[in-house]
């Protein structure tokens, strides 16, 4: 089972990029999924989350209005859509995978972003 994140790269401030993370080898639809990110320096914060059936969502307060995590359970695939990059946003993000029933949690190994003023 894994999960790999795509998308990151170097944007300008005011910008855009929308993050994927592919799930393969387990049943994402047993899962909440989440995304978080660590700059340089940091600790890893939760960025957005989404429920097992995409129906709830819920965001950190410095991307609210900003950022729109959205997942597709039919091709495995969850996204975050960040709008409005500024250069705080600059970080490695992570997706993952928390199970409904137990068990343990997935991770990817982070895509960059990093956003100039």
């Known amino acids: 089972a894994q999960l790999v994140e795509s998308g990151g790269g170097l944007v300008q401030s005011g910008g855009s990029l929308r993050l994927s993370c592919a799930a393969s080898?387990?049943?994402?639809?047993?899962?909440?999924m989440n995304w978080f990110h660590q700059g340089p320096g940091k600790e890893r914060e939760l960025v957005a989350g989404?429920?097992?059936?995409?129906?709830?969502?819920n965001y950190a307060d410095s991307v609210k209005g900003r950022f729109t995590i959205s997942r597709d359970n039919a091709k495995n695939m969850v996204y975050l859509q960040m709008n409005s990059l500024e250069p705080e946003d600059t970080a490695v993000y992570y997706c993952?995978?928390?199970?409904?029933?137990?068990?343990?949690?997935?991770w990817g190994q982070g895509t960059q972003v990093s956003v100039s003023s």
């Open positions: 993952s995978a928390v199970p409904k029933f137990g068990g343990r949690d997935y």
């Open positions: 080898g387990f049943t994402l639809s047993n899962y909440a």
């Open positions: 989404i429920t097992s059936d995409g129906r709830s969502t």
